[in-house]
């Protein structure tokens, strides 16, 4: 049996976000479609993993702060009563690099 194929409008009323979004994302890649003439359509699987992105997708989006980042010089120069050595031990809250 065939896949079920969504149109642009529909995955963006599923999606709750405006069509322009979804065609964005399809366009960066995000978002996996097939052209069929001239329409796009979505696989209806594709949705499912749009919606949940896998690990290499979360770590590409949100890497861990390491020394090159501009904030990280602002973690450890707060220092206020709560912080509970935050300010001091800094390494001791962020993931060693050797690990990744």
Avoid at 80 to 92: H, I, L, V
Wanted: charged fraction near 30%; aromatic fraction near 6%; charge should be negative.
């Amino acid at each position: 049996m065939p896949p079920e194929l969504l149109t642009v409008a529909e995955v963006a009323r599923i999606c709750r976000v405006h069509e322009i979004t979804i065609r964005r994302h399809i366009a960066q890649g995000r978002l996996r479609s097939i052209r069929v003439g001239r329409q796009i359509r979505i696989p209806a699987d594709a949705i499912e993993e749009y919606q949940e992105p896998s690990e290499e997708e979360l770590a590409r989006r949100y890497p861990p702060p390491n020394e090159d980042d501009p904030f990280w010089k602002l973690i450890g120069s707060v220092h206020s009563p709560g912080t509970a050595g935050m300010s001091e031990d800094k390494y001791a809250y962020l993931p060693d690099p050797a690990d990744r």
